[in-house]
């Protein structure tokens, strides 16, 4: 199993006491750090052009990691919203797929709006099973999905003459192709190289802060920010996710749908 595949699987809660437990880890360090220097050191006490630039570093540090944060937050945020628009187009073309097979001729009227009832409720079952955990439903799906095109290309010679046949050809082709972008939506998440670098730098800020946050008031200030830094990505790949965290892309567009298949069932 690969890094990726790991990381991806890792519960939220264990990703963030990993993270947290890393960073007070690497803060203690950095409080060690400067008190092995100041017993180093001959002289007085700091002066104030040393605090300075204390400060100075400790913004750009602070600066860099809110930098890259956005940016990360920014790319799960997107992907996030494109997996939340393909579940109201592919609901969208499910009901006008079951609407539209109303037209065909028996056999094909009836096994067609049974085979979009399946399917929906297969797509809704889908998407809230865990990765891992949802290869029956995928074997299930494509299979649904086959045995829909089948019946359309079967159906499609008794309708051919008519000027909605093509509508409703692209109607089952749009469904086709909503079908693999979904699929290829969820398997699409923010690099986890990118995640890597961001938590470095966040061990790395974590160090930073332990060196120049000095007495109890900069250790109480330190804890804060690094239990912030971690609320924050925890929330970031519980956004990346498609499931697992209590972010998860609604299926509301398609249970609506759901709702309406069942008011009027495919033998209506």
């Known amino acids: 199993m690969s890094w990726t595949s790991v990381f991806n699987a890792t519960p939220l809660w264990a990703v963030g006491l990993l993270l947290f437990g890393g960073m007070a ?42 930098l890259l944060m956005g940016f990360t937050f920014s790319l799960a945020v997107d992907r996030f919203d494109a997996r939340r628009e393909l579940v109201r187009e ?4 499910i009901g006008v797929a079951y609407l539209r097979a109303q037209l065909l001729d028996e056999p094909y009227r009836d096994r067609t709006r049974q085979l979009l009832s399946r399917y929906l409720d297969n797509r809704i079952a889908l998407a809230k099973t865990r990765p891992g955990h949802n290869k ?12 829909l095109w089948s019946t359309t290309v079967e159906a499609f010679p008794s309708i051919r003459e008519y000027d909605w046949s093509s509508a409703y050809l692209d109607t ?3 469904l086709t192709e909503l079908d693999t972008s979904r699929k290829v939506a969820r398997l699409a998440r923010v690099p986890t190289v990118v995640f890597e670098v961001l938590i470095v730098y966040m061990i790395t800020s974590a160090f930073v802060l332990g060196y120049v946050l000095r007495g109890r ?27 697992g965290g209590g972010i998860d892309e609604s299926q509301r567009p398609m249970e609506m749908i759901q709702l309406q298949m069942a008011a009027a069932p495919p033998a209506t």
């Open 172 to 174: 089952i082709n749009r």
């Open 217 to 243: 008031l900069g250790h109480v200030a330190a804890g804060a920010l690094l239990a912030l830094f971690t609320v924050a990505l925890v929330l970031i790949l519980d956004i990346d996710r498609p499931i």
């Open 25 to 66: 880890a690497a803060a203690y360090l950095g409080t060690l750090g400067r008190r092995r220097w100041e017993n180093r050191r001959t002289g007085a006490a700091d002066d104030g052009e040393t605090e300075t630039h204390e400060g100075y570093i400790v913004s750009a540090v602070l600066g860099l990691l809110a």
């Open 136 to 147: 029956p439903l995928l074997v299930r799906n494509d299979a649904l999905m086959a045995a």
């Open 90 to 93: 592919e609901a969208n073309a």
